[in-house]
């Protein structure tokens, strides 16, 4: 058993809530801007801390006077967009409690996760959420209100609180204390039915203020250029939900984008300039592919390859002279790291915005060589770890001593414990409190004050966590050999034409793989080979095609024994949907529900 411990920066809070901040900086600076804003023309505003506050207590007063009280759970079901953000402190500043509700969510999802945290009132984006909450109301007798933002709800519980006085509210608010329940957030369930995570106040000021102290130059404003990031993360996600934290608490200024798609973020990006976002890497690869396409497609393809090679090269140079392990950068990769600097390197950060130089990654594995593509870039991407039971991160690496290809240290404040089996186990004040109305998942995941995470992992000499994948995802050949999927998938996935792969072998002679495509890299695949568009049908019989998968296989397989290799693969014509129960919300693969959908197609890898 091995155990590494960051010692905390500070204590945990002693008082108050989450909504406090809210109007304690509203007193103290109240012309600064909290947060930016998009109207419905498209251009961004600024709101001012004074404004933000008189919103949120606005709205805090009209849920008062529409019956929300102390300790009441109301769900909130929409994108992630400034609405959200104002609805959540103003049901913090009266002591409710939020749930909240992916947007694609089905019928019975919604049905269970509401039954089960006996929901008084919820708020949805639009119609359709309205309509399928409409078909399961009958199953949630304690729900009295349901207001939608798309037709007026904020204006309208303006109104229905303009009689009270503010000191309703803020006897409430003064109620709330650390141990008092902010959220409870459902797991994906991507191993059976969601789990409600029960989390605090004191979570989540734990968590935000000790990641805001410790990343410092990445929150923190300079002469000239102020601190913003733009949030375009599921605010039903914890990840995203920590984001909003920390920047309120923060004073960061941050924007909302409801659509995670390149054609929606990029734009905004530019608009609105962050100086460092939070994502999960499935972004950077969008990113890092797009800027490979667009400069194939200008025919400096090769220019760009070697820009990426350099890039490579001098963050992994840097990275051994922080570790003294190495003299950093030669004098002749100095040179052709700035000559890319103006050709290459500049235009990534240009299409982020300009303004972006850090960055932080979690949600799932970021591949080595990418996250020191991005810092020889001049991106820094922190890569981290955490469950929605941690409140987010619990490790991540430190600013300046980065080791690419692990999540990094524990956070401040954080244990993280290897069991004799490889699981990893947490403690710190950001592990949340159980699971609502489920004692014996409780008990199973918390021993003795230890999150039972069900990851697998290694610390190194230096505390840093490297992931290699799930207790549960563990598979077993017929031979008797254990084959963790993680590793294989990954690199797969690290291929421009590859969208998804699945490894699958449990009970069987040995491991195969199901493969689906990027269609945008496919499309601009076959223009460069001059080769007219195919359906998807016909691109999975494509013979070059196939070659450059196998390929990516070929190279997979090199990080393991020959005994747990890919022996074979298929290429699927369409690609693992949420809308299809494939995929949870935060996009991780839902293996039962794949391997049953594809039962035909997996049974055929394997004949003789």
Not at 5 to 14: D, G, I, K, N, V
Not at 75 to 99: K, N
Not at 343 to 356: D, K, Q, T
């Amino acid at each position: 058993m091995r155990e590494f411990t960051s010692p905390p920066l500070s204590r945990a809070p002693a008082a108050g809530g989450l909504a406090d901040v809210v109007f304690r900086y509203a007193e103290e600076e109240p012309r600064r801007v909290a947060l930016g804003r998009k109207g419905d023309d498209g251009q961004w505003r600024d709101v001012t801390c004074a404004e933000f506050r008189d919103e949120v207590l606005a709205l805090a007063k009209g849920l008062l006077a529409s019956g929300i009280r102390f300790g009441d759970r109301v769900a909130i079901m929409s994108r992630t967009r400034y609405e959200w953000t104002l609805f959540d402190f103003a049901l913090w500043s009266v002591g409710a409690q939020v749930v909240p509700v992916y947007p694609t969510s089905s019928a019975e999802q919604c049905s269970w996760m509401l039954h089960d945290a006996e929901v008084t009132a919820a708020i949805v984006e639009h119609e359709d959420h309205a309509m399928t909450l409409a078909t399961v109301i009958g199953r949630l007798p304690r729900m009295r209100r349901l207001w939608q933002l798309d037709a007026g709800a904020v204006r309208e519980l303006y109104d229905a609180g303009a009689h009270l006085e503010d000191d309703v509210v803020h006897r409430h608010r003064r109620a709330v204390t650390p141990d008092s329940v902010a959220t409870v957030i459902y797991t994906s369930g991507t191993t059976g039915r969601p789990k409600g995570c029960v989390l605090t106040h004191g979570n989540f000021m734990y968590e935000a203020d000790t990641v805001v102290e410790r990343w410092e130059p990445v929150f923190r404003s300079t002469r000239g250029e102020e601190a913003s990031t733009l949030l375009f993360l599921p605010l039903a996600h914890v990840f995203g939900r920590m984001v909003e934290v920390a920047a309120i608490r923060g004073r960061v200024k941050f924007g909302h984008q409801p659509q995670l798609d390149a054609a929606a973020l990029m734009p905004d990006l530019a608009a609105f300039r962050p100086t460092f976002i939070l994502a999960v890497p499935y972004v950077f690869e969008k990113v890092f592919h797009a800027a490979r396409r667009k400069a194939e497609r200008e025919g400096r393809g090769g220019l760009f390859e070697k820009a990426v090679d350099v890039a490579v090269r001098y963050a992994d140079a840097v990275e051994a002279k922080a570790w003294g392990a190495g003299p950093g950068p030669s004098a002749s990769l100095r040179m052709r790291h700035q000559f890319f600097e103006k050709l290459v390197y500049s235009r990534i950060r240009s299409a982020m915005g300009g303004r972006i130089r850090h960055a932080m990654s979690g949600g799932s594995a970021m591949d080595r060589r990418l996250g020191l593509f991005f810092a020889g870039a001049g991106v820094h991407v922190h890569e981290g770890y955490g469950l929605t039971e941690s409140t987010a991160a619990a490790t991540a690496n430190p600013p300046g001593r980065t080791r690419y290809g692990t999540v990094g240290r524990p956070i401040p404040g954080v244990s993280v414990r290897i069991a004799d089996d490889g699981e990893i186990l947490l403690h710190g004040e950001n592990v949340f409190q159980g699971y609502l109305n489920d004692p014996e998942a409780t008990h199973g995941t918390l021993r003795d004050g230890w999150l039972t995470t069900g990851d697998l992992g290694f610390l190194d000499e230096d505390g840093y966590l490297t992931i290699t994948g799930r207790k549960k995802e563990i598979l077993v050949t017929s031979s008797g050999k254990s084959v963790s999927p993680a590793v294989l998938e990954e690199r797969v996935r690290g291929h421009p034409l590859v969208s998804q792969c699945i490894v699958v072998g449990n009970d069987r002679p040995y491991v195969a793989a199901l493969v689906t495509l990027d269609q945008e890299a496919v499309e601009h695949w076959l223009v460069m080979r001059g080769e007219p568009r195919l359906p998807p049908a016909g691109l999975v019989r494509d013979a070059d095609l196939e070659a450059e998968v196998r390929r990516a296989v070929v190279t997979a397989n090199t990080l393991v024994s020959l005994a747990e290799s890919i022996r074979t693969f298929r290429i699927l014509a369409q690609p693992f949907t949420e809308e299809h129960g494939l995929l949870t919300p935060s996009l991780k693969l839902k293996r039962k529900a794949i391997e049953k959908a594809y039962a035909r197609e997996i049974e055929a890898l394997y004949r003789a």
